[in-house]
């Protein structure tokens, strides 16, 4: 079984950063691909940015097109930490944010959040105008 526990977030001005980290414990994740998901009440669950980590020097990321160009993704501890680095944020980013997992997702391009098996337990973003 596999546990994401997520930190960061929190309150920040328009034009300003924000990093979330996803921490995976229970098993190894290094070779999946982890995601980040976003939802705000009353809307669908946005799929924002994926990563597969094979190494240093091979990974494959993917950002969806609202956050490409602000937001970036990096993964350490042997790949079983994921962090994604939000700058030039605007309000319309604000949003609760998972990352999530799934024991059969290779790809960082999988927007179905049903496919995936574990989830972090969620961070608030709250960017202010």
């Known amino acids: 079984q596999v546990q994401l526990v997520q930190s960061g977030g929190g309150l920040v001005q328009a034009g300003g950063s924000l990093r979330l980290s996803c921490v995976a414990s229970?098993?190894?994740?290094?070779?999946?691909?982890v995601s980040w998901f976003r939802q705000v009440p009353g809307k669908d669950r946005e799929f924002v940015a994926g990563?597969?980590?094979?190494?240093?020097?091979?990974?494959?990321?993917y950002l969806a097109d609202s956050v490409r160009g602000r937001f970036t993704l990096s993964r350490d501890n042997g790949g079983n930490t994921v962090h994604l680095q939000m700058n030039s944020l605007k309000p319309e980013d604000t949003a609760v944010y998972y990352c999530?997992?799934?024991?059969?997702?290779?790809?960082?391009?999988?927007?179905?959040?049903?496919?995936?098996?574990?989830w972090g337990q969620g961070t608030q973003v709250t960017v202010s105008s």
């Open positions: 990563l597969l980590w094979r190494s240093e020097s091979s990974n494959f990321g």
């Open positions: 229970g098993r190894t994740i290094s070779t999946y691909a």
């Open positions: 999530a997992a799934g024991d059969r997702i290779r790809s960082p391009t999988v927007p179905n959040g049903d496919l995936y098996d574990y």
